[in-house]
């Protein structure tokens, strides 16, 4: 399996990660026109890490982000349910435990974390609610969710510019790249069926989230949103 369907069934979506397992980071990096990593970044400061934090990394894939974070000072557990993603991520040496997870049921106590943050996986949850439910469950009261999505541009011909860019040039640049580019059709489409930054926001605070907002990256492509645990 190849590609997943927009239903996203947790089998077919994991299937298609574990056939890009080795080449995806270097796919997006591509795709992403050098952004990546100012992205990243952004991520990493909005957990507002404190030394000593226990953050869960949630589809955290090769671990890329997840050693980010790590470096940042805290405790990174990378939770994922692609098993080709994470055997990657070890073999490549990645300094964090890897754990499989399915973001609808995780597997950890209530409150085991300071902080919890999904990049660029939300999307390819079949029902995002429960995995946002599920990272507030395993965050302490105070601590913090983070979700660092693709989004939508915020000019109309940014984003007329932009679903071109993913509806045609970013399949046909993965296919010199990797073998399974019909990975890249579903991640056009899905990134084309997400919600805008407004609606993703009011989701996160109708799911227990206080003081929720979001931060466009690269003029929307990527939003940042940052919501905070309240007491239970």
Not at 85 to 111: C, H, K, N, W, Y
Not at 177 to 199: F, N
Request: glycine fraction near 8%; charged fraction near 25%.
């Amino acid at each position: 399996m190849t590609r997943a369907d927009l239903d996203k069934q947790p089998y077919d979506v994991a299937g298609m990660f574990d056939s890009i397992a080795t080449r995806y980071d270097l796919v997006n990096d591509v795709a992403a026109l050098g952004q990546v990593r100012l992205w990243r970044s952004a991520m990493v400061d909005a957990l507002d890490i404190q030394p000593g934090d226990e953050v869960l990394d949630l589809a955290a894939g090769t671990g890329t982000s997840s050693t980010a974070i790590a470096r940042a000072g805290a405790r990174v557990v990378a939770a994922d349910f692609s098993l080709g993603m994470m055997t990657e991520g070890r073999r490549r040496g990645a300094p964090v435990p890897f754990i499989g997870a399915d973001a609808q049921s995780l597997p950890f106590a209530d409150g085991s974390f300071d902080a919890a943050v999904i990049s660029f996986g939300l999307r390819n949850v079949q029902t995002p609610e429960r995995a946002l439910a599920e990272m507030v469950r395993v965050v302490r009261p105070g601590g913090r969710v983070v979700v660092c999505e693709f989004s939508t541009p915020t000019s109309r011909v940014g984003r007329k510019a932009y679903e071109k860019y993913l509806l045609r040039a970013l399949p046909a640049m993965a296919r010199r790249v990797v073998p399974s580019a019909e990975a890249y059709d579903y991640l056009a489409e899905s990134i084309l069926e997400w919600p805008d930054q407004e609606t993703l926001r009011r989701r996160m605070e109708a799911i227990g989230l206080a003081r929720t907002q979001f931060q466009n990256l690269t003029g929307g492509i990527v939003a940042l949103h940052r919501g905070v645990v309240p007491p239970r």
